[in-house]
């Protein structure tokens, strides 16, 4: 679930329900809408359930643990809620399932080109869980005008070896304030550094 404080801690309610693991959290600099990145559950095989990156609306379920994506019942859940499968929200940007989605920022620096202001940047720490590896890589999520498009393209890769080894695995976001984007990477206890310096 999402939580909502005051800024000195007190009035502590509940923003959102049924999100697993809102591992990163960020506010649209232009929208003030809330995004989460979701690492999502397992044991549903190669390519179940998908990892999500979504805006988060105020009074909003989400589906965890009895349902995913929309009507689609946890099968180790089965019959449990019947009343919540037409409550369920359906994220809105999918990522291969196993991903292992963590930290997420949305971009509001000035160093990159103007087509990526705005748009999401996401961490996939990748699999443990899954026959071919996935994720080991940063995601960008694009945007229209703070509205997702529902689609993400690979922004940093090159991080796995072969199919038993990986050399680094990306966990937080951040802007620097001279726009640079960071990435910590907890394989190697590195932080990277990504800055624009034209074509």
């Given at each position: 679930m999402v939580l909502v404080f005051d800024p000195d801690g007190r009035n502590r309610r509940v923003f959102a329900t049924g999100i697993r693991n809102c591992v990163g959290l960020d506010v649209h600099q232009a929208t003030g809408d809330v995004w989460c990145s979701t690492n999502e559950r397992d044991e549903l095989g190669d390519d179940l359930v998908p990892d999500f990156i979504t805006r988060v609306r105020e009074g909003a379920f989400y589906g965890w643990p009895w349902y995913y994506l929309g009507s689609n019942e946890d099968p180790l859940h089965r019959g449990e809620r019947p009343h919540l499968k037409s409550k369920v929200t359906v994220p809105d940007v999918l990522i291969q399932a196993h991903s292992a989605s963590m930290g997420m920022v949305l971009y509001n620096g000035e160093q990159f080109p103007p087509e990526y202001r705005g748009d999401a940047f996401a961490a996939q720490h990748g699999s443990w869980n899954r026959s071919r590896r996935t994720g080991y890589k940063v995601i960008r999520v694009l945007l229209e005008n703070g509205v997702p498009t529902g689609t993400y393209e690979d922004f940093?890769?090159?991080?796995?070896?072969?199919?038993?080894?990986?050399?680094?695995?990306?966990?937080?976001?951040?802007?620097?304030?001279?726009?640079?984007?960071?990435?910590?990477?907890?394989?190697?206890?590195?932080?990277?550094?990504?800055?624009?310096?034209g074509r």
């Amino acid at each position: 679930m999402v939580l909502v404080f005051d800024p000195d801690g007190r009035n502590r309610r509940v923003f959102a329900t049924g999100i697993r693991n809102c591992v990163g959290l960020d506010v649209h600099q232009a929208t003030g809408d809330v995004w989460c990145s979701t690492n999502e559950r397992d044991e549903l095989g190669d390519d179940l359930v998908p990892d999500f990156i979504t805006r988060v609306r105020e009074g909003a379920f989400y589906g965890w643990p009895w349902y995913y994506l929309g009507s689609n019942e946890d099968p180790l859940h089965r019959g449990e809620r019947p009343h919540l499968k037409s409550k369920v929200t359906v994220p809105d940007v999918l990522i291969q399932a196993h991903s292992a989605s963590m930290g997420m920022v949305l971009y509001n620096g000035e160093q990159f080109p103007p087509e990526y202001r705005g748009d999401a940047f996401a961490a996939q720490h990748g699999s443990w869980n899954r026959s071919r590896r996935t994720g080991y890589k940063v995601i960008r999520v694009l945007l229209e005008n703070g509205v997702p498009t529902g689609t993400y393209e690979d922004f940093m890769t090159g991080f796995v070896v072969n199919s038993t080894s990986v050399w680094a695995r990306p966990v937080g976001m951040a802007v620097a304030h001279d726009g640079a984007l960071l990435v910590s990477d907890d394989a190697n206890g590195a932080i990277w550094r990504v800055s624009y310096v034209g074509r």
